[in-house]
């Protein structure tokens, strides 16, 4: 099975090779502090900024890409997993995991301000949100505990099974113009649906950690593993009418792709982190 598996992957990233999404125009490895192994934990809106956290999501500094300065946000668990961004780019919403004497794990959740370097406590405590959310937007996605998709739409939550109730939903998202929402089902692939979980699409079997580059265009990482390790990891793009493209080859081993018009960060699985300008 995993020898198919492997195959299966293989000819996947043999037939993307053929079609073009983007045009690359450079990539550069960022000049980052070496005493930790880097991932990308989120990209500001306007482009001018990375967050980024160590491999297991403990810790968040703010990277500019201006000045290539970095300033620590939290030092904490948990603080890497899933951050939320404002649209404008100046306020950043995250979590601060917790252990309690019940040994269950929790979550305090923080909202930090670029401009006063300062943060207000959101909620204390929660052990319902895998991923944050902003409150305030009209449609947003979440996955909860139970590894379930729910929709927050104008300040009421619905759970959607698009794909049927006895699956694992992880890294969704809702499009930039707000009608669809992107999502990846453990085992089966990537999927597209609409704000009601029907006109389900597929995007992609080998899409993993996939994000929006706009409202037609998706990037995510097609990896392999031997059942322990990683072994290969490409940076790829699909478009909705079934365009797609490798944009990192699988040697280079990029890992977990975030985007903004023009740009797309990553990392690799020796902590490094890049930046490509594409159009």
């Known amino acids: 099975m995993k020898k198919t598996f492997l195959l299966i992957a293989a000819g996947l990233i043999a037939m993307l090779a053929h079609a073009q999404i983007f045009q690359i125009v450079s990539t550069q490895q960022l000049p980052t502090p070496k005493e930790t192994e880097w991932k990308v934990a989120g990209?500001?809106?306007?482009?001018?900024?990375?967050?980024?956290?160590?491999?297991?999501?403990?810790?968040?500094?703010?990277?500019?890409?201006?000045?290539?300065?970095?300033?620590?946000i939290s030092a904490a668990i948990g603080?890497?997993?899933?951050?939320?961004?404002?649209?404008?780019?100046?306020?950043?919403?995250?979590?601060?995991?917790?252990?309690?004497?019940?040994?269950?794990?929790?979550?305090?959740?923080?909202?930090?301000?670029?401009?006063?370097?300062?943060?207000?406590?959101?909620?204390?405590?929660?052990?319902?949100?895998?991923?944050?959310?902003d409150k305030s937007a009209n449609y947003s996605v979440a996955i909860n505990e139970d590894l379930q998709l729910v929709l927050n739409r104008n300040g009421k939550s619905i759970v959607l099974t698009p794909n049927g109730e006895d699956l694992t939903y992880s890294w969704a998202s809702v499009s930039p113009d707000g009608s669809k929402i992107l999502y990846y089902v453990g085992g089966v692939g990537c999927f597209v649906c609409d704000l009601y979980g029907k006109s389900v699409q597929k995007i992609a079997?080998?899409?993993?950690?996939?994000?929006?580059?706009?409202?037609?265009?998706?990037?995510?990482?097609?990896?392999e593993d031997d059942g322990t390790y990683m072994t290969a990891s490409a940076i790829v793009a699909y478009t909705l009418d079934g365009k797609s493209q490798i944009l990192i080859n699988k040697e280079q081993m990029a890992i977990y792709p975030y985007a903004v018009e023009g740009k797309i960060a990553f990392s690799n699985a020796a902590g490094e982190v890049f930046l490509m300008q594409v159009k």
């Open 79 to 133: 603080a890497g997993y899933n951050v939320s961004i404002s649209s404008d780019g100046q306020h950043i919403v995250y979590r601060e995991v917790t252990i309690g004497d019940d040994k269950l794990v929790r979550s305090n959740i923080y909202k930090h301000s670029l401009a006063t370097n300062q943060r207000v406590v959101q909620a204390l405590a929660q052990r319902d949100m895998v991923n944050l959310v």
């Open 205 to 223: 079997s080998h899409c993993r950690a996939p994000k929006w580059y706009d409202n037609h265009t998706i990037i995510g990482m097609a990896d």
């Open 43 to 72: 990209f500001s809106p306007v482009g001018d900024y990375l967050l980024l956290t160590d491999d297991g999501n403990s810790g968040l500094v703010h990277y500019d890409l201006g000045t290539q300065a970095v300033t620590p």
